[in-house]
């Protein structure tokens, strides 16, 4: 039983996404053009923003977003300490430093009530990550970032359609970024990203940075970077865009399954939505006491699992020169020691989940 089904997705869309690549093959428009330009208003439409930019991969995207708001070297960018390394590394690639905070017992984001204490005269974003398929509390960090005059930035890679009492994730704050990685609840059929803006400034920046510094051909404004999106990712997103309300819709009925599945099954516990969220769930994160044993059980029993993530980032080897230390963030240290995602994904069925159900009940009930 696989973790994520994706051969089912590109099944449901490859008559629609076909015959467009045989166009884009027989023109050999494989840059830009009007496959690009209609995804990128079709998304605008679907988030709720007056521009979306489509990138490379969703790290060029929050590279394009932290530098269209002005994060230069030595500025200081706060953020959750658990998410993907993207998160920090396009802060990094700037020559910028990542600033972590922990993150809430409940939902583990980002923790609005540690974040004021990390601020200093260097800060100048903070980024809401809305991991798992929630939305983070992002109008508490607006307010936090009014008062300090910040800038705050969505990562949106795994939220794609979730919402709150506030709005759509990806258009609550001056600029976002997402990801449509192939496993994304929007994914292409390859690396693609996106930048997503009201502001008219920050989507002609992220154009020219995204395009060698440069608005017209040869003539280059800025060091910029080579982080378009093809022509040929462009009519997958397109046939999945279509589907993507439908899909969540079918993640959130298979969310409800799983919490009913698992509610009285000692030793599991289940997520729940953030007040006010209409979650996406990218995701599907339980906690497990000695988690790596059951997580080696379902794997022998055929089952797809996954940890995300097995190591807050503070704690990688890649950022062990910022000086980080065990124990400096209790709440999402002792999360990565018994997180545990199960299978999720559109085409999940009534029965698969119940046989991980089953499962995992036969690996903590001794």
Known sequence: MPFIDLAAQQAEVAGEVLPVWQRLFETAGFIGGSEVDAFEREYAEFIGVEHVVGVSNGTDALELAYRAVGVGPGDE????????????????????????????????????????AAITDRT????????????????RLLSIAERHDLVVVEDAAQSQGASSTA?????????????????KNLGAAGDAGAVMTNDEHIAASIRNLAG???????????????????AIQAPVLRA??????????????????????????????????????????????VRVSDRDRVMTELTAAGIGVGIHYP???????????????????????SAADRILSLPMFPHLSEAQQERVAVALRSSLVR
Not at 124 to 139: D, K, M, N, P, Y
Not at 212 to 230: C, E, F, P, Q, W
Not at 311 to 333: M, W
């Open 240 to 285: 999945k865009l279509k589907r993507l309300d439908g899909w969540n819709a079918a993640r959130r009925i298979a969310a409800d399954r799983y919490a009913a599945l698992l509610a009285d099954i000692e030793g599991v516990r289940s997520p729940t939505s953030r007040h006010g969220n209409s979650d996406v769930w990218h995701l599907y994160v």
């Open 124 to 139: 100048r974003v903070i980024v809401a990550v809305h991991l798992f398929g929630q939305t983070a509390a992002v109008e």
């Open 212 to 230: 060698h510094g440069s608005t017209i051909k040869y003539v280059h404004d800025h060091i910029g970077m080579n982080a378009r999106l093809d």
């Open 167 to 183: 709005g759509q994730a990806g258009a609550l704050a001056r600029v976002a970024a997402t990801s449509f990685y192939p496993g």
């Open 311 to 333: 190591t807050p980032v503070h704690l990688t080897e890649a950022y062990a020169n910022l000086g980080y230390q065990r124990g400096q963030f209790p709440v999402a240290e």
């Open 77 to 116: 960018v706060i953020m959750p300490v658990n998410t993907f390394i993207a998160t920090a590394e396009a802060v990094s690639r700037i020559g910028a430093v990542p600033v972590f905070v922990d993150v809430d017992e409940e939902h583990l984001l980002i923790d609005p009530d540690v974040v004021e």
